[in-house]
């Protein structure tokens, strides 16, 4: 897979969070339970972004928090990725 493909693939991974963290927050979920935990690792994990804490019980709105910083991090990688490639 190429890095444009890989990073494509890390951001719809982390899309999918947001989403899911989003429909929470909308159902009135405010801390993440385990259900909702084991979605989002499952989605960090095939997106190769293992968490490096567990994100049951924490709240929602810090975990998309969370997410939106790695979602920035990789969008600056990718932008790096295709300045040096051009």
Not at 32 to 57: F, K, M, N, T
Not at 66 to 72: M, N, T, V
């Amino acid at each position: 897979m190429s890095v444009n493909g890989a990073h494509k693939s890390r951001l719809a991974a982390l899309d999918l969070c947001l989403q899911l963290l989003e429909d929470a927050l909308a159902s009135g979920q405010v801390r993440v339970d385990a259900q909702l935990g084991s979605r989002l690792r499952l989605q960090l994990g095939l997106a190769g972004l293992i968490p490096d804490h567990r994100v049951e019980g924490r709240r929602t709105d810090r975990v998309l928090d969370d997410i939106f910083e790695l979602q920035a991090q990789l969008l600056g990688i990718y932008e790096e990725a295709e300045a040096t490639s051009v």
